[in-house]
């Protein structure tokens, strides 16, 4: 091997620098034409072949020239640079096959060489896997809630276009054709390969972000629900209106004046045992430092405790009066109540606690005369009665503890007042509890003849 050989040699190495760094360019501007792509491995491969054939007449060679060091020492450099171009080269496997360098031929192993940024890229890899786990773990607890029941085209939407979206990202970061497109596209937009799992990493972050501000939002597509459901009951859409509190529930499990809402509506349709179980679930949440979940709180208890005391089970509605009466806001003294409200409905349906003072004390008056106690039962009933002197159910219960208590006067005074106060609606219709009441009270006006 002579001199001039090595010369040649090396004048040919440079000129396949030169060809493979020209086609690098074209490479980024067209990453997806193969035809480009098999341009730039022929000019890797190329360079390869000739670095391989230097380093054989090298070795041939007694010594070297200074002139021929120096120039191999500069191409080199150059080749070093593009250690990243030949690392990603898909045939690079196959040529270590098929030529089987030694492990000294530096230059066919170019990933021995990594960038500083590229020592961590496997805890950029791991962490990316937990964020895609943490993302789908996300898509599978909101996915039930849009899809179960009846669902929208807005929810089913909704849960698709995230559902595509996760599976585009982790298609792109985890399969291969995924991989070999977000490389392209990285490419494209100059980022630097040591760069690129932290690239990933990021759009991982930002999918979960994503799906985390989604999530953080059904609370509120549970408050809209829950008040167009109320809108429908309050028209007699039924139907309508459970199907609303549900999805409402679905939306948010905890979401307390959901399920008041829907007891109350299973009330109006007579479904008495699920109604018993929704306002459970009202009265043993969690209760929020404000008025509207106060206000459902003293409402459901009001409602369990009488769904209770018309099954006769008193022992454990008068512990629920009791405590929603020792409520802040509500007092035990039977004074007037601090007078916090809440709209429950686009209307501005206003309840407040003076009427659920009114009731929470009817109630308790009730339990108390159904457990025969009539010496509690009546301050507690003539309390409710001075709230509000216009009620009927305080007065008809109360004539009922002064006949137990043989006070005919009393008893027949309370049944007129009982009486008077039952006022049937727009519709002339009462409830159940004021129909028999008011039977009860004119058979009693008719025994007492008139005073």
């Known amino acids: 091997m002579t001199n001039r050989e090595l010369d040649d040699a090396l004048n040919r190495y440079s000129r396949a620098l030169r060809e493979l760094e020209e086609a690098i360019p074209n490479v980024r501007q ?42 191999l020492t500069l191409c080199d450099k150059r080749l070093k640079q593009q250690s990243q171009v030949i690392a990603r080269c898909n045939s690079l496997k196959d040529w270590q096959t098929s030529f089987k360098p030694p492990p000294d031929a530096w230059w066919w192993f170019p990933e021995s060489s990594k960038h500083q940024w590229d020592r961590r890229d496997w805890l950029w890899s791991f962490l990316t896997l937990i964020i895609l786990a943490a993302a789908f773990s996300l898509i599978a607890n909101v996915a039930p809630r849009f899809l179960s029941g009846n669902p929208s085209i807005q929810g089913a939407f909704a849960v698709i276009s995230q559902s595509f979206i996760a599976l585009l990202t982790a298609g792109s970061l985890l399969t291969n054709a995924g991989q070999k497109a977000i490389e392209r596209a990285l490419e494209q937009s100059n980022i630097p390969t040591h760069f690129r799992a932290e690239v990933k990493f990021s759009l991982a972050i930002l999918l979960l972000l994503g799906l985390v501000g989604f999530h953080s939002a059904l609370p509120w597509f549970a408050t809209a629900a829950n008040g167009a459901g109320l809108v429908d009951q309050l028209a007699g859409r039924f139907t309508s209106a459970q199907a609303k509190y549900e999805y409402a529930i679905r939306m948010s499990p905890d979401y307390f004046e959901a399920h008041y809402n829907l007891g109350s509506l299973y009330e109006d349709l007579q479904n008495f045992d699920d109604a018993q179980k929704e306002y459970q679930i009202a009265v043993q949440g969690k209760q929020r430092n404000d008025d509207s979940s106060k206000l459902t709180f003293l409402k459901a208890s009001n409602n369990l405790a009488r769904l209770l005391i018309l099954k006769k089970d008193y022992i454990r509605a008068v512990p629920l009066l009791g405590k929603a009466l020792n409520f802040p806001g509500v007092g035990e003294d039977f004074s007037e109540p601090k007078n916090f409200c809440a709209d429950t409905s686009p209307n501005k349906f206003t309840n407040c606690t003076k009427k659920v003072k009114y009731d ?11 457990q025969e106690r009539f010496a509690e039962a009546e301050p507690i009933l003539g309390a409710a009665t001075l709230l509000d002197k216009e009620q009927a159910p305080a007065h008809c219960l109360l004539a009922q503890v002064y006949k137990a208590q043989g006070d005919k006067e009393g008893a027949f005074k309370k049944w007129r007042n009982c009486r008077d106060a039952i006022k049937p609606d727009s519709e002339g219709s009462m409830s159940p509890d004021e129909d028999n009441w008011l039977g009860i009270a004119q058979q009693e006006i008719e ?3 008139k005073k």
């Open 360 to 370: 929470l004390l009817k109630n308790l008056g009730w339990a108390r005369l159904g």
């Open 30 to 71: 067209r990453s997806t034409d193969e035809v480009v792509l098999q341009i730039l491995e022929r000019s890797v491969l190329k360079v390869l072949l000739v670095r391989n054939e230097i380093d054989l007449e090298i070795k041939g060679l007694p010594a070297p020239s200074e002139e021929h060091l120096v120039t």
């Open 447 to 449: 025994k007492g003849g």
